[in-house]
């Protein structure tokens, strides 16, 4: 079984502070993806990764900075947070571009941020 | 470009009543479609994948199949429980830049 690993599960922040996500899966699988969810959005793609030091743009890049450290460790960087990132964020990593490829998504638990 | 449209955005049903949640989807690619389920504080988890047209997957008595010719797919389930009180959501696999194109999600809620 996948697993994916998030910290910290909450996180209460001012408005311009600083926040990092971190997530670590321990399954070896390339890809990984931020996400966040709102009501009535569903889910949507920050960053995702599909390996150490690669770093790709989601739909909802702007305000967020991504950095993949090692095949394990995605971080999600918010520099200036605002309250418009007020949200609930998930991590997942997925074995799309290996020999097992079948494209399936393992979520970690969850983050949630709020932004004063 | 790629898109999936999920129309129902809650279904409210009682117990043995059928589920039947529809998506449709657009893409020049082979697509390959998904249904994750998320349970209240949890991340969403995989229920099902149909990787061919008119080819069912089966799982925890949940039903999938997608119709290449109206673009659609959709979920099912004969006599749903409390317990599968959840959001369910649509997603297409678009295998060029293994991205997930994810729909808006179908919150599922069993009156007692």
């Known amino acids: 079984e996948a697993a994916v690993t998030q910290s910290p599960r909450n996180k209460v922040t001012v408005t311009g502070g600083n926040v990092t996500l971190s997530c670590r899966q321990t399954?070896?699988?390339?890809?990984m993806y931020w996400y966040r969810q709102d009501t009535g959005h569903g889910l949507r793609l920050i960053h995702y990764?599909?390996?150490?030091?690669?770093?790709q743009i989601g739909d909802v890049p702007d305000g967020y900075k991504a950095t993949r450290t090692t095949q394990e460790d995605f971080f999600l960087l918010l520099e200036l947070a605002s309250p418009s990132q007020t949200s609930l964020y998930f991590c997942?990593?997925?074995?799309?571009?290996?020999?097992?490829?079948?494209?399936?998504?393992?979520f970690g638990e969850g983050s949630k941020l709020t932004v004063l | 470009g790629d898109s999936v449209t999920q129309m129902q955005g809650q279904v409210t049903l009682s117990e043995d009543d059928f589920l039947f949640i529809n998506c449709t989807y657009s893409?020049?690619?082979?697509?390959?479609l998904f249904w994750y389920v998320q349970y209240p504080g949890e991340g969403p988890q995989l229920l099902l994948k149909?990787?061919?047209a008119n080819n069912k997957g089966i799982s925890r008595g949940f039903e999938a199949t997608y119709d290449k010719g109206t673009t659609s797919f959709h979920l099912q389930k004969a006599s749903v429980q409390e317990s599968d009180s959840a959001v369910y959501y649509c997603?297409?696999?678009?295998?060029?830049?293994?991205?997930?194109?994810w729909g808006s999600g179908t919150k599922l809620i069993i009156k007692p």
């Open positions: 997603v297409l696999g678009v295998w060029s830049n293994y991205q997930l194109i």
């Open positions: 990764s599909y390996g150490a030091g690669n770093l």
């Open positions: 997942a990593s997925s074995d799309a571009g290996t020999k097992e490829d079948t494209g399936q998504l393992y």
């Open positions: 893409t020049t690619w082979y697509p390959t």
């Open positions: 399954n070896s699988h390339n890809y």
């Open positions: 149909v990787t061919t």
